[in-house]
T-cell receptor, first 112, second 117 residues
Framework: GENVEQHPSTLSVQEGDSAVIKCTYSDSASNYFPWYKQELGKRPQLIIDIRSNVGEKKDQRIAVTLNKTAKHFSLHITETQPEDSAVYFCAAQDTGRRALTFGSGTRLQVQP | GAGVSQSPSNKVTEKGKDVELRCDPISGHTALYWYRQRLGQGLEFLIYFQGNSAPDKSGLPSDRFSAERTGESVSTLTIQRTQQEDSAVYLC???????????????FGPGTRLTVL
């Protein structure tokens, strides 16, 4: 089955700096890669996703890149703000199994 | 419109008791998923329902876990003879157009925090 590795487990940046979180996946059949943000005690919220027919997607300060050959994808947050502090999860979904396989999460702390 | 809802929000039970967790998906969403999130960890898939198809139960950790869904509406997750290691947040998600050529976005409920004493 699919296996998703996520790094780093914790990340601390100064407000205004950029943050990058990286994930690798094992199943080459995976074709959908969402990123979720989870604040303490809250539900995961989708912040951006990418499908395997594109290499990069941007939404304001957030971008995701996908390298299918290397089987890795990354989340980039620019101009970080304190409200970006949360746990971020990457996930992968393959065509044969609809469920998402999640990474172990990255706790992002943005220092004001 | 209303999002995914779950009840109860918190459940404390004694070891050995059965518990039932409820999920109301977004109206019109054909697919429904259950995940488990242990403290400080990622989400683990449990079970997936899509319309009237047989559910994908491949993530259920033991035969103490079962789930049902009535048509394309409410789902219940039942844990029999609860153990302390069952303590976790149980999250439900739903999505639209599962099974189509494009993967579908999953929207999560607030979860049920289960504590087994």
């Amino acid at each position: 089955g699919e296996n998703v590795e996520q790094h780093p487990s914790t990340l601390s940046v100064q407000e205004g700096d950029s943050a990058v979180i990286k994930c690798t996946y094992s199943d080459s059949a995976s074709n959908y890669f969402p990123w979720y943000k989870q604040e303490l005690g809250k539900r995961p919220q989708l912040i951006i996703d990418i499908r395997s027919n594109v290499g990069e997607k941007k939404d304001q300060r957030i971008a995701v890149t996908l390298n299918k050959t290397a089987k890795h994808f990354s989340l980039h947050i620019t101009e970080t703000q304190p409200e970006d502090s949360a746990v971020y999860f990457c996930a992968a979904q393959d065509t044969g199994r609809r469920a998402l396989t999640f990474g172990s999460g990255t706790r992002l702390q943005v220092q004001p | 419109g209303a999002g995914v809802s779950q009840s109860p929000s918190n459940k404390v039970t004694e070891k050995g008791k059965d518990v039932e967790l409820r999920c109301d998906p977004i109206s019109g969403h054909t697919a429904l998923y259950w995940y488990r999130q242990r403290l400080g960890q990622g989400l683990e898939f449990l079970i997936y329902f899509q319309g009237n198809s047989a559910p994908d139960k491949s993530g259920l950790p033991s035969d103490r876990f079962s789930a049902e869904r009535t048509g394309e509406s409410v789902s219940t997750l039942t844990i029999q003879r609860t153990q302390q290691e069952d303590s976790a947040v149980y999250l439900c998600a739903s999505s639209f157009l599962a099974g189509g050529p494009l993967a579908d976005t999953q929207y999560f409920g607030p979860g049920t925090r289960l504590t087994v004493l």
